[in-house]
């Protein structure tokens, strides 16, 4: 079983910044993709940032030059450095990862995802 574990939601100032932090855990032999998405109140969940196998990167619009997604391979960790903080990124943020493991004695890719944390900015 695979388990994705967030961090680093918090209250922020408008303008302020915060890093969230997502790292996996439990039996796997490869993540693939690595992504942040976030829900807002009364809204659809939407894609805020992925980072590849590779390392290429793509943002929501709305957070580009403000969002950097960054992944440490030997940790199994993804990152969402987020600065000039807006109250409309106020959401709980989701980790998200396409892992490879065994299912049934069976190697699979998952999607795997974390349980969510809250970012709240203030204005």
């Known amino acids: 079983q695979v388990q994705l574990e967030e961090s680093g939601g918090d209250l922020a100032q408008a303008g302020g910044s915060l890093r969230l932090s997502c790292a996996a855990s439990?039996?796997?032999?490869?993540?693939?993709?690595m992504g942040w998405y976030r829900q807002a109140p009364g809204q659809q969940r939407e894609l805020v940032a992925q980072i590849e196998w590779g390392g290429r990167t793509n943002y929501k619009d709305s957070v580009k030059g403000r969002f950097t997604i960054s992944r440490d391979y030997a940790k199994n960790t993804v990152y969402l450095q987020m600065n000039s903080l807006k109250p409309e990124d106020t959401a709980v943020y989701y980790c998200?990862?396409?892992?490879?493991?065994?299912?049934?004695?069976?190697?699979?890719?998952?999607?795997?995802w974390g349980q969510g944390t809250l970012v709240t900015v203030s204005s």
């Open positions: 439990g039996s796997f032999f490869r993540i693939n993709d």
């Open positions: 998200n990862a396409v892992v490879g493991t065994w299912v049934t004695g069976l190697s699979r890719y998952l999607e795997v």
